[in-house]
């Protein structure tokens, strides 16, 4: 409820009547950046996936109800591992039966158990203001890891940079964990680094449906580790 009403305060003071949104600053660098200032002073964490839709091959991402509903189970899957007591609030998407058909699918991959209960619903970005700080948030990582949308992408990054739990990468290539120039470091060895990687990589994919709180855990500091 705290952060509800902080990022109630801020939409009022930078977008008055209207919702927090990304679109709504554009390509208003500086605008952007008081607004992020003041959200990242918020009580949150950031975990974001980039989807490179140009290496999605597959005939059935090519209507967008198949490729949200595959970015949703990416995502959940994730999350659910991590926390198994999770309430998700998505942005309305799609008519009243795809989202119903969403939320049986979930409930169907994720039982609610004694132990455990999690739950996706859906809202409207006007009645929820948490949802238009989502929507900005991702606004603005796009900015970021498009190169052609801002040149201020590194002061974007270095105000969230502490509320970013990770941000994973769809399709994942090794490339992305490495850095292209290591003569700042001798000891540095390419394939003690492409194989640690490749290791991480292939134990999370082999355990990710994994009910062993330990093995969950092993996930969630490899992917962390991934990320930093």
């Known amino acids: 409820i705290k952060v509800k009403n902080e990022a109630e305060e801020i939409r009022k003071k930078y977008f008055q009547t209207g919702e927090i949104k990304s679109k709504g600053v554009g390509d208003d660098d500086k605008r952007r950046l008081k607004i992020l200032i003041k959200i990242s002073e918020l009580d949150f964490k950031i975990y974001a996936y980039l989807i490179d839709k140009r290496k999605l091959f597959s005939e059935g991402f090519r209507h967008n109800n198949n490729l949200y509903k595959f970015i949703h189970d990416l995502i959940d899957s994730d999350l659910f591992i991590t926390y ?84 994973k990468r769809f399709p994942r290539e090794f490339d992305e964990y490495t850095h292209l120039d290591y003569s700042f470091n001798s000891d540095f060895d390419y394939k003690i680094s492409k194989l640690s990687v490749n290791l991480s990589l292939r134990f999370i994919k082999n355990n990710k449906g994994s009910k062993c ?13 991934i990320f930093v």
Do not use: M
């Not at 709180?213 to 580790?225: F, G, H, T, Y």
């Open 213 to 225: 709180q330990q093995i969950k855990d092993q996930i969630a500091c490899l992917n962390r580790l």
């Open 84 to 167: 198994p007591d999770l309430f998700i609030i998505a942005d309305n998407y799609g008519d009243e039966e795809f989202r119903e058909t969403l939320k049986k699918y979930v409930r169907d991959k994720f039982p609610i158990d004694l132990f455990h209960d999690n739950q996706l619903d859906f809202d409207e970005s006007k009645d929820n203001v948490l949802v238009q700080l989502a929507d900005f948030i991702s606004g603005t990582l796009g900015k970021c890891f498009d190169k052609n949308k801002s040149t201020r992408r590194d002061e974007f990054l270095n105000i969230i940079t502490d509320k970013i739990i990770d941000i």
